[in-house]
């Protein structure tokens, strides 16, 4: 529906779109911040309200699992949340992105986008 309403939203946001937040995984978002993502949203249906039964209570517990893996690793647990909205909902999806970005540009860039960098530039 953001697309529908020609929502605004800023350009550093890359949409993935996916069947069902269930098929998220650890490594999928690992391999993200690998590759330099600053932070990882993830935007699944409102609670109970799932095609798949429990996809998005599956994808929670994995966002909450998958935050302490990266604060274990150094990052901070908020370049990962979760937000809960329905495919007719664009302008909540809108605000919930702006709202992750901003949260993101205070963190500032990924330290593992920086420890790729310098490794890329060695012979």
């Avoid at 901070?76 to 495919?87: P, Q, Y």
Wanted: aromatic fraction near 8%.
């Amino acid at each position: 529906m953001a697309g529908t309403i020609r929502a605004q939203y800023p350009a550093s946001i890359r949409p993935i779109r996916l069947i069902c937040t269930a098929r998220i995984s650890t490594d999928l978002i690992m391999r993200s911040f690998s590759k330099g993502a600053d932070g990882v949203i993830i935007v699944g249906c409102h609670w109970g309200e799932c095609d798949y039964d429990t996809g998005n209570e599956y994808a929670f517990n994995l966002v909450s699992y998958t935050q302490n893996v990266i604060q274990s690793l150094g990052l901070e647990k908020e370049r990962l949340t979760m937000e809960f909205c329905s495919a007719a909902e664009g302008t909540k999806y809108q605000k919930d992105v702006i709202k992750f970005d901003q949260k993101i540009r205070e963190l500032g860039p990924n330290p593992m986008k920086l420890i790729n960098v310098n490794k890329k530039g060695k012979k």
